[in-house]
């Protein structure tokens, strides 16, 4: 490709609206550009990159015995509906109006789609299982577009669905999914973890993300520090025992705290430690109120909240809600004195505090001495809170650690959610009809893009693992006015590209300063510079990735490469 008329535009300043590497870079090396916000086109060198990664998905789904098709965008709404998912997804599902006034989704993902489909088609054992996948764009609302192609409303992404006669057949292609993303990620040279998960949106039990190591991901990694134990911090289970204390209950009082709403700033203003104290904080679980404690140097888990109560829906009240529901504000919530309308649990740290401290459901009140069971009465308790760095691992193996990671990967085992609800059924070897067991599979194929240039890159710019590069040599003439220059570059275009190398010829009339930065910037594994010993047939070789330099006849030059890329 010759870069006099390649749409590869280049930026000098980094751009101020992109905080993270891959964003920065992305822009500068005319990989992508924005179209508004969280949405954005891919131009050619940007695009290579994406073809080359799903090259390497596809590859890996063939092998596992996975069959690409293609799905539509657009979605019916009854699909929706049906499924349950049509008001449990929230506000991040695009949806519309047509001129006739039908509702439509734009698609996050296809789980409606495919089990119709299946339903309609499939309906002997003798079929099954079977594994499909698509690579197409999707959309989601994301309240809060970030990080360039990280966090977009418009992706592109990989997803399977797989269909089994039971659970045994789910585990087998649940395995071989897991071991095609490990397969994936690897040659895309990222370092990554599969951790333990939720599920979300997406429903199911069992599911793993692949998460890339990185210190800007969206994510937190709990991790042991002497084991292979990894899970999202949303999940992570906390296996602690909390020692019962002797100290001698005292008496229960209110006590006024001023502006102290803050666990922080009640321990001050009274002295005591956040551990001493009792953090309350109302939520609301499938339209049902709920008091939730924790103490008061930990933090309350939604998601274990959700898990908690096998709930649909848990959302944190909204100050109107607090008030109408307890007659206060946050920071002033506590459970002695509740109406029965609300239900109280609590994490077993709660339950063994002596003499604590909690809001008084009054502004500007708290209360002082107050004891579980004696002083109010906890439906349930769980693990209801966040794990910490330095609690102990759950496998019993080391302490956790805290690691930031960008999901790359979730692979569901979704079971029959969505084959009971849109009847999805086989007949078994004994003409029974029985619900399919399901699987969902996702691959963020352009956030992959973004999670490899985070972790390839220098001061220059992009530094590309041979496996998704766009090129594999940069061939550059210092001086394309030089007739000597100019043909010996000309010659080795012609003859590298016979030999299906992948070039990009910098035929440009620009600086040789120029020239180079913009090669360091685009990161190809190999730059060839054409210079003053063109009429030697000597040129000048640089690996990107060392920064070796070393000179090359022209006659040794194909030698070289290959060494370097094969």
Known sequence: MRQNTYLAPTLRDIPSDADVKSHQLMLRAGLIRQSTSGVYSFLPLGLKVLQKVENI???????????????????????????????????????????????????????????????????????????????????????????GVLRGREFL????YSFDQDFEGLDESYQKMFDAYTKVFTRCDLNFRAVEADSGAMGG??????????????????????????????????????????EEQAELETIDTPGAKTIEEVSTFLSVAP???IK??????????????????????????????????VELASEEETKQTLQSEAGFLGPIGVNKEVTVVADHAVKVMVNAVCGA?????????????????????????NIQIGDPSPDGQGMIQFKE??????????????????????????????????????????????????????????????????????????NIKQDDQRELAEALYDSLNDKRYDVLFDDRAERPGVKFKDADLYGLPLRVTVGKKASEGIVEVKVRKTGELFEVHKDDLQQTIEKYVG
């Open 57 to 147: 998905i596809r590859d890996e789904m063939n092998r596992s015995g996975a069959q690409e098709m293609l799905m539509p965008s657009i979605q019916p709404a009854e699909l929706w509906q049906e499924s349950g998912r049509w008001d449990a997804y929230g506000p991040e599902l695009m949806r519309f109006k047509d001129r006739h006034q039908r509702e439509f989704a734009l698609g996050p993902t296809h789980e409606e789609v495919i089990t119709t489909i299946v339903r309609d088609d499939i309906r002997s054992y003798k079929k099954l299982p079977m594994t499909l996948y698509q690579i197409q764009t999707k959309f989601r609302d994301e309240r809060r577009p970030r990080f």
């Open 205 to 246: 039990k069992d599911t793993h993300e692949f998460m890339v190591l990185s210190n800007v991901g969206e994510d937190t990694i709990a991790y042991s520090d002497k084991s292979d134990f990894a899970a999202n911090i949303e999940i992570a289970p906390v296996n602690v025992t909390y020692e019962t204390s002797d």
């Open 405 to 478: 990671g960008i999901e790359v990967g979730h692979v569901f085992k979704l079971g029959t959610k969505y084959s009971e609800a849109l009847g999805a059924t086989f007949l078994n070897d004994q003409g029974k009809a029985k619900p399919m067991v399901m699987g969902s599979y996702g691959i963020g194929v352009s956030r992959t893009v973004a999670a490899i240039i985070e972790e390839h890159h220098d001061d220059d710019g992009i530094v590309w693992p041979l496996s998704v590069t766009p090129f594999h040599v940069h061939l550059i003439p210092v």
């Open 275 to 277: 551990s001493d104290c």
């Open 361 to 385: 459901n009054e502004k500007d009140k708290h209360m002082k001495n107050v004891n579980p069971d004696r002083d109010f009465t906890v439906s349930t308790y769980g693990d209801l809170r």
């Open 157 to 160: 992404m990989k997803d399977a």
């Open 280 to 313: 309350s904080m109302l939520f609301i679980v499938d339209e049902k109120p709920v008091l939730a404690l924790v103490r008061g140097d930990h933090e309350v888990n939604d998601v274990k909240i959700k898990h908690h109560f096998d709930a649909e829906i």
